[in-house]
């Protein structure tokens, strides 16, 4: 538990209270009208981020991908019942969330998002193209915590 306040401490002396806010899920991010995000500029790629805790590996792949042989929704877009989301572009990473992130953010984002996690274990990744081009409206629903978005080069 210290180590975790101690990681809060420095991520607010190092961004600054405007930031902190986005460690409080007391406010919705929902949008009233879901709306297309911007383009992301050349060489770049939005992805969109959710904290989840899943016993294990195959409980987070089942919940984000669709019941095989059947028509049904996944429990993942039936809980983000703003967005059509094609699953060919979630990512679930369970465990070696760290390992993963290093791979695609500098040490200081990786560090952001591990604290935005909170003890999580289970990380989800949507990548904007997982909307279609669609108006979307993303947020915390009764099983994930939605850590927001962020620019990666591609």
Not at 82 to 88: N, P, T
Not at 130 to 149: E, H, I, K, N
């Amino acid at each position: 538990m210290t180590g975790l306040f101690n990681r809060l401490l420095r991520y607010i002396a190092q961004r600054g209270l405007r930031d902190a806010a986005r460690l409080i899920p007391s406010e919705s991010n929902r949008l009233e009208q879901p709306s297309r995000a911007k383009p992301a500029p050349d060489g770049q790629m939005r992805l969109h981020l959710f904290g989840a805790n899943f016993e294990h590996e195959a409980d987070a792949i089942g919940f984000c991908t669709q019941p095989p042989g059947t028509d049904l929704p996944s429990p993942l877009t039936v809980q983000l019942d703003g967005a059509f989301v094609d699953h060919a572009e979630v990512e679930v990473v369970h465990g070696a969330i760290k390992q993963r992130l290093d791979t695609f953010l500098e040490d200081e984002d990786t560090d952001d998002v591990l604290l935005r996690l909170a003890g999580d274990n289970t990380l989800i990744i949507l990548t904007e193209r997982a909307f279609c081009g669609m108006p979307f409206s993303l947020d915390d629903t009764q099983d994930l915590t939605y850590l927001g978005d962020i620019m990666v080069r591609v």
